[in-house]
């Protein structure tokens, strides 16, 4: 008698136990931010957000992007409060297609400390979002767009023109003398760079509005001495100094180089939501006055002897 009572007690007892087990999952499904393989964080679900990509430790990785106004492609968002997005440039905010939002001082917490041990690698990343009341809470790197297609998707193939400082009798680039200068990237990337040259360096070359850009080796202010060639690279390095300091770096052959925020591209700058600036106004690391100050911007048209 008494195991038959205890049989008919358990039997409701682990009916309710069931019941309220379920009803767990399920609102811990509803809110969940790591999802599973079928989920919206799944590789097989985002496979097609670019152009080709391979998976590694579970996380897809985009080698190549689509041309074109819509580099990267996202699916729908999987509710109001999980949604897609990227860290903007400079900046603790965070890019979805609804808007930008703010992030919560834990997340903002998290990224600095991520930065500050050399993990940038939410900096290259398409997030899953979790969003409470306007804020992101949490964010999940679902996608991981390499640094060689962030740079051949905006600058490959490129031209910019601007002006690059002169060089003064002192050996120093503190004049306020700046030649034009025009510089042509590379169609591909390698090694996370994009190189490029100064192709009036040694020769005069038609600029974008038609104007005859002289050599810059005509005049004795000829910038281009020692390390500072007519071979360049570019690289983006998200958080150089500090957390959320992003910068595009122009490189010189010797080493050294030239740093500016304007043009840096974030993944967010690819999903439309953080445009590039009108200009890139660089300058040397260390010592501005060491090397020549060059501001440019992206130009079409031009090139060729003149």
């Not at 050399?118 to 809470?137: E, M, Q, Y």
């Not at 503190?174 to 990337?189: I, K, L, M």
């Not at 770096?249 to 009108?278: K, Q």
């Amino acid at each position: 008698m008494n195991t038959t009572s205890r049989s008919r007690l358990r039997g409701p007892a682990t009916a309710v136990a069931i019941a309220a087990l379920l009803l767990t999952g399920c609102q811990a499904g509803e809110g969940a931010t790591h999802l599973d393989a079928t989920g919206a964080a799944a590789p097989a679900r985002l496979s097609g957000v670019c152009a080709a990509s391979t998976t590694r430790n579970g996380v897809l990785h985009c080698t190549k992007l689509f041309r074109g106004s819509k580099p990267i492609r996202l699916p729908g968002d999987p509710s109001r409060t999980q949604r897609y997005g990227a860290l903007k440039r400079g900046t603790p905010t965070f890019h979805t297609r609804a808007g930008d939002l703010p992030l919560s001082a834990s997340v903002v917490k998290r990224l600095k400390a991520a930065f500050e041990n050399g993990r940038t690698n939410d900096a290259s990343a398409v997030h899953l979002a979790t969003i409470v009341k306007g804020t992101v809470t949490k964010l999940e790197p679902v996608v991981i767009v390499e640094k060689n297609a962030v740079l051949r998707a905006v600058f490959a193939g490129r031209a910019m023109e601007g002006r690059i400082g002169a060089r003064t009798s002192r050996g120093d680039y503190a004049s306020r003398t700046t030649p034009p200068v025009r510089f042509e990237f590379a169609g591909s990337t390698a090694d996370g760079r994009l190189t490029g040259r100064i192709v009036n360096a040694s020769k005069a070359v038609r600029g974008a509005k038609g104007t005859c850009l002289p050599a810059l080796d005509r005049t004795k202010a000829n910038p281009l001495v020692g390390g500072f060639t007519a071979k360049v690279s570019l690289d983006r390095v998200p958080s150089m100094h500090a957390a959320f300091n992003d910068e595009l770096v122009l490189e010189w052959s010797d080493g050294v180089s030239n740093m500016g925020a304007a043009y840096y591209p974030s993944v967010a700058t690819l999903l439309g939501g953080d445009p590039l600036g009108r200009t890139w106004e660089t300058t040397l690391h260390g010592t501005p006055s060491a090397g020549p100050p060059v501001d440019l911007r992206l130009v079409k048209g031009g090139g060729g002897a003149c």
